[in-house]
């Protein structure tokens, strides 16, 4: 069926960077995109992106485009998002999830909450 | 920018039948998938393909679709689906979105 494990919580400052990632255990890795979805507190689902296994393509959202990097290592099954230039509203529980053609978004990390603090 | 609009709740006694819809301001798209969600755990999908139930989804939830709104249909509630629910979708251009979520209370 297919897991994903994220790593642990994160504290950063305003302007830092933070990297995510998500590792895939159960399944063939290549066989499926990741897509990202972050979460304020209290706040509904954002979708940030999604990067392509098997080739490395992504697609993000323009909202983090700029600031925002999806990669891949096939060698660990491991997916990883990079946020930059942090600011307090990027608070939020992050999460990776896995994406199979038209299957829609059917395996989900744990999430992984990112507190930017001063 | 694409946009799909939920009712913020939507309240329902156990037993009776719970719709929650989702609207979007394009008339053409493509599928819409449907999330469960609990407090303080990962969403969860509950419908793929406008109308596909994953196995572990329970044959009491069921969608549909009419123009530019589709709707999820939870027939005979139980106190264990008290969540919130998200619809998604996405435009042509490879975007995806997420409605703004509804609050399921069973009362």
């Known amino acids: 069926q297919g897991q994903l494990v994220q790593s642990g919580d994160e504290v950063k400052k305003p302007g830092a960077s933070v990297r995510v990632s998500c590792k895939a255990t159960?399944?063939?890795?290549?066989?499926?995109?990741i897509t990202w979805v972050r979460q304020a507190p209290g706040q509904g689902l954002q979708w940030m992106g999604w990067?392509?296994?098997?080739?490395?393509?992504?697609h993000y959202a323009q909202n983090f485009q700029g600031r925002v990097t999806m990669t891949t290592d096939t060698s660990t099954d491991t997916a990883y998002m990079t946020l930059g230039s942090l600011s307090f509203d990027d608070t939020a529980n992050y999460y990776c999830?896995?994406?199979?053609?038209?299957?829609?978004?059917?395996?989900w990390g744990q999430g992984t909450t990112v507190t930017v603090s001063s | 920018s694409y946009e799909l609009t939920q009712p913020p709740s939507v309240s329902v006694s156990p037993g009776q039948t719970a719709w929650i819809t989702c609207s979007s301001d394009?008339?053409?798209?493509?599928?819409t998938y449907w999330y469960q969600q609990k407090p303080g755990q990962a969403p969860v999908i509950l419908i793929y393909?406008?109308?596909e139930r994953p196995s572990g989804t329970p044959e009491r939830f069921s969608a549909s679709s009419s123009g530019t709104m589709v709707t999820l249909t939870i027939t005979g509630v139980q106190a264990e689906d008290e969540a919130d629910y998200y619809c998604?979708?996405?435009?042509?251009?490879?975007?995806?979105?997420f409605g703004g979520g509804t609050k399921l209370t069973v009362l």
């Open positions: 393909k406008d109308t």
């Open positions: 394009m008339l053409s798209r493509q599928f």
């Open positions: 999830a896995r994406v199979g053609g038209d299957e829609g978004m059917d395996v």
């Open positions: 990067v392509s296994t098997s080739n490395g393509r992504t």
């Open positions: 998604q979708s996405g435009d042509s251009s490879g975007n995806w979105v």
């Open positions: 159960g399944y063939i890795f290549t066989y499926y995109s």
